[in-house]
């Protein structure tokens, strides 16, 4: 059973970075595409961006194109998203989930994800 654990979440001022990570246990991530989602106060959760199995291929909502960077390190069955500079409306609860997948590109659609790590909360504030 695929088991995934958010890290690296804070408090950080606007303009600043975060990396966060998705550790796996359980299961390698070699097969599998990985989706981070968000969950502000009052929002619905929604996608911010994934990555492919196969060719790493990535994907991510307009919102945070050219500021947030998705990685994976099979190696290390981790997979990463990097903040840089982070606003206000980036506060929110981040999840990562994974979709076994084999050959079909990533997408965020939240009921294609099987296993969802707890969170972790990053909050963007001066």
């Known amino acids: 059973q695929l088991q995934l654990v958010e890290s690296g979440g804070g408090l950080v001022q606007p303009g600043e970075s975060l990396r966060l990570s998705c550790t796996a246990s359980?299961?390698?991530?070699?097969?599998?595409?990985i989706g981070w989602f968000r969950r502000s106060p009052g929002k619905e959760r929604e996608g911010v961006s994934c990555?492919?199995?196969?060719?790493?291929?990535?994907y991510y909502v307009d919102s945070v194109k050219g500021r947030f960077t998705i990685s994976r390190d099979n190696a290390k069955n981790t997979v990463y998203l990097q903040m840089n500079s982070l606003k206000p409306e980036d506060t929110a609860v981040y999840y990562c989930?994974?979709?076994?997948?084999?050959?079909?590109?990533?997408?965020?659609?939240?009921?294609?994800?099987?296993?969802w790590g707890q969170g972790t909360q990053v909050t963007v504030s001066s």
């Open positions: 990555i492919s199995s196969g060719n790493g291929s990535t």
């Open positions: 989930a994974a979709e076994y997948e084999l050959f079909r590109l990533c997408v965020l659609s939240r009921g294609l994800y099987d296993y």
């Open positions: 359980g299961s390698t991530l070699d097969n599998y595409n």
